[in-house]
């Protein structure tokens, strides 16, 4: 399925969230041993299965609180809205509410460096919204009304590695993104449900 899983880390404190633990836990759990890093957060940028799959192992093995929206139905330490802050370390995780690809998606901005988009945004598309619990109404309020908003220097590292490379910029994004061209929230529509 090609999911990113990201372990964000201030290392003068040694403060660690690791966002959408899903696949190849082995390797999440042996970087953090080889760096003696021991996880404070599990953040999901939303809850379908493929991006919580490794929440409950990580938090065992590291005590780790996990992080979702308020609108998750799944197993959480600690639940978000949209403007909350976490801090981590000396970093600033701003949580930015982005339903569409499901009720509970969010996106997580580090510092006014980057963006962690889950399966709102990815490098050149979007999340689907033809699964139980998405709303292409809400997707095209996310992508239309909060995107455009953000600093275009922001890096993008999206949910999965689906475009032509791994990262990207909310400037190019907007700028290349096809799913972000569309001239009415109609023709946005008729894109986005034909497949």
């Known amino acids: 399925m090609a999911n990113f899983t990201y372990i964000l880390v201030d290392e003068a404190e040694a403060k660690v969230a690791i966002i959408d633990p899903s696949w190849n836990l082995t390797d999440i759990i042996e970087t953090l041993k080889k760096n003696s890093w021991k996880a404070d957060?599990?953040?999901?940028?939303?809850?379908?299965?493929?991006?919580?799959?490794?929440?409950?192992?990580?938090?065992?093995?590291?005590?780790?609180?996990?992080?979702?929206h308020k609108d998750s139905t799944s197993n959480r330490d600690l639940a978000v809205s949209d403007g909350d802050?976490?801090?981590?370390?000396?970093?600033?995780?701003?949580?930015l509410h982005t339903p569409g690809h499901s009720a509970d998606s969010m996106c997580i901005i580090?510092?006014?460096?980057?963006?962690?988009t889950g399966d709102t945004l990815f490098v050149g598309s979007c999340g689907r919204v033809d699964l139980p619990g998405s709303n292409p109404d809400a997707m095209y309020d996310s992508l239309y009304r909060k995107i455009p908003e953000l600093n275009?220097?922001?890096?993008?590292?999206?949910?999965?590695?689906?475009?032509?490379?791994?990262?990207?910029?909310?400037?190019?994004?907007?700028?290349?993104?096809?799913?972000?061209?569309?001239?009415?929230k109609?023709?946005?529509?008729?894109?986005?449900?034909?497949?």
Request: aromatic residues 8%; negative net charge; proline residues 1%.
């Open 152 to 184: 275009d220097s922001l890096v993008v590292y999206p949910g999965h590695d689906y475009g032509s490379r791994r990262t990207s910029t909310i400037g190019e994004e907007k700028n290349t993104n096809y799913i972000l061209k569309q001239k009415t």
């Open 85 to 95: 802050t976490i801090g981590l370390g000396k970093i600033r995780l701003i949580i």
């Open 110 to 116: 580090a510092d006014d460096k980057a963006i962690f």
């Open 41 to 68: 957060y599990v953040i999901n940028t939303h809850t379908h299965f493929d991006h919580v799959l490794g929440n409950e192992e990580i938090a065992a093995i590291t005590g780790a609180k996990i992080v979702q």
């Open 186 to 195: 109609q023709d946005f529509l008729s894109l986005i449900q034909s497949g």
